[in-house]
């Protein structure tokens, strides 16, 4: 018995250290029920609006949900065991490959319209939307350079390549035209660079500068300023850009604080526009009213806080500022769709992170939960910040025939070391000095 004891003990002790922290099981927490929130609401809000449309099946967009989101499980799955090493060595081939796609996206024949928007590329059941990959690339990149070159956070200048980098991607964004992932991407930056070291003032210059741009791209299109314009009055414009505003209000009202019941929503059937995607919110606030709304947000909150966490406690740099970067990502976006709905923001297009319908965003919302995940777990990716010189041996001043620096420190502790035999010599002759002294007193 006492030894079975002993095996017992031994083993106990190793069971609990594999066990995964409390920022690895509420990450998962809250994403798969994230995911199961959003294929329930997808088919609610998605199924009245087919029927009454050409395809009739009412059932066609929780197929296409559930089918990305097991594919989705699988990236995630993967990359908790080895991804941050995989998509380290990756990160330039992703960057380029994002940017090409951009390009792509935008050639006549290539991309795919919808809605006045030129965002996807692909036909049928496989379509990508590069912007979602692009973020995704943007945030990997900037974790990785920032990580091996640190010492760029003490200036703009030294920050040009990847403010470079986060222009074009922008840049070609907003040409789609999609001013929201353009917002996601900047914030999902600016958090990277507070997690790096930038100091204030450079911040709020960068913010400035984004600030202003952000104004000229709404005043150059006349749809934005409609937006903008029906964001803050609404009823001056109730049947062309306040109408999606004033029909989220009304469905969020309706709902009262239980809401009037899973699929008894009017509004997703003749009322709100693309209810299954950025409108997704308000088909929640009103089947299961101010209850269910609070549920959403806790749950997210319960993801930012377990992100948050996971970068606070993360091995290295590199997994500090990626899980800060991927967390701010799904937060920003979060933010940014709820504020919309709410009637707190402009409307931008974004999609509810999990939880709105969207084939590309479902994969690469996952893939940064598996990221996310590897580092919770204690994984690292190997990266390290680039030594001052490339060279392998260092140049040594010397100035004035001195020697200097670590040739100094050798001779001087030679020297150290000569004084003491020295030293010992000294008193090595003066101790037989007494003695022969003694014996001629003797």
């Known amino acids: 018995m006492k030894a079975l004891a002993l095996k017992l003990s031994a083993i106990g002790p190793r069971r609990r250290s594999q066990e995964q922290p409390v920022e690895y099981s509420l990450l998962l927490t809250a994403t798969l029920c994230l995911l199961a929130f959003g294929v329930v609401m997808v088919f609610s809000a998605s199924s009245t609006t087919q029927l009454l449309g050409s395809s009739g099946d009412s059932a066609y967009y929780l197929k296409r949900t559930v089918a990305f989101a097991l594919l989705g499980l699988l990236v995630m799955h993967l990359l908790a065991r080895n991804g941050l090493r995989l998509l380290s060595g990756l990160t330039p081939l992703i960057l380029v490959g994002s940017v090409c796609l951009l390009v792509a996206v935008l050639l006549p024949g290539i991309g795919m319209q919808a809605n006045g928007a030129q965002r996807w590329i692909g036909a049928g059941l496989v379509q990508v939307q590069p912007s979602e990959v692009a973020k995704f690339a943007v945030v990997l990149y900037g974790a990785y350079l920032l990580t091996t070159r640190p010492r760029m956070v003490r200036s703009i200048e030294e920050l040009g390549p990847f403010l470079a980098v986060v222009g074009l991607v922008c840049l070609l ?21 507070v997690c790096a070291g930038v100091q204030m003032r450079h911040l709020a210059l960068l913010g400035g500068v984004l600030a202003a741009v952000v104004i000229l791209a709404i005043l150059i299109e006349p749809y934005r300023v409609a937006r903008f314009t029906g964001f803050l009055d609404p009823a001056t414009d109730p049947g062309g850009a306040g109408f999606q505003a004033i029909q989220a209000k009304l469905a969020l009202g309706s709902g009262g604080v239980f809401g009037v019941g899973l699929g008894e929503s009017l509004q997703k059937a003749f009322y709100l526009p693309e209810a299954h995607t950025d409108m997704i919110a308000a088909v929640i606030g ?26 606070q406690r993360a091995r290295d740099r590199y997994g500090k500022l990626l899980a800060t970067g991927l967390t701010s ?63 392998g041996a260092r140049l040594r001043v010397v100035s004035g025939g001195r020697p ?33 002294r003694r014996r001629a007193a003797g």
């Open 329 to 391: 990502m799904v937060m920003v976006q979060a933010t940014i769709n709820l504020f919309a709905v709410l009637g707190l923001a402009p409307l931008t297009g974004v999609p509810l992170p999990f939880v709105s319908y969207g084939n590309s965003s479902m994969l690469v919302l996952l893939a940064a939960v598996g990221l996310l995940l590897n580092i919770a777990a204690g994984g690292t990716a190997g990266v390290q910040a680039r030594p001052a010189t490339s060279g």
């Open 404 to 436: 200097t620096g670590a040739t100094t420190r050798r001779r001087s502790s030679s020297n150290r070391g000569k004084g003491r035999d020295r030293g010992g010599g000294n008193r090595r002759t003066r101790r037989s000095g007494a003695r022969r």
């Open 286 to 311: 009103e089947e299961l009213g101010l209850a269910g709304m609070a549920m959403l947000i806790g749950l997210y909150g319960m993801f930012g806080y377990a992100g948050l966490r996971t970068a």
């Open 173 to 193: 964004v907003v040409i789609e035209p999609d001013l929201g992932t353009t917002m996601v991407i900047c914030l999902s930056a600016a958090a990277l660079l």
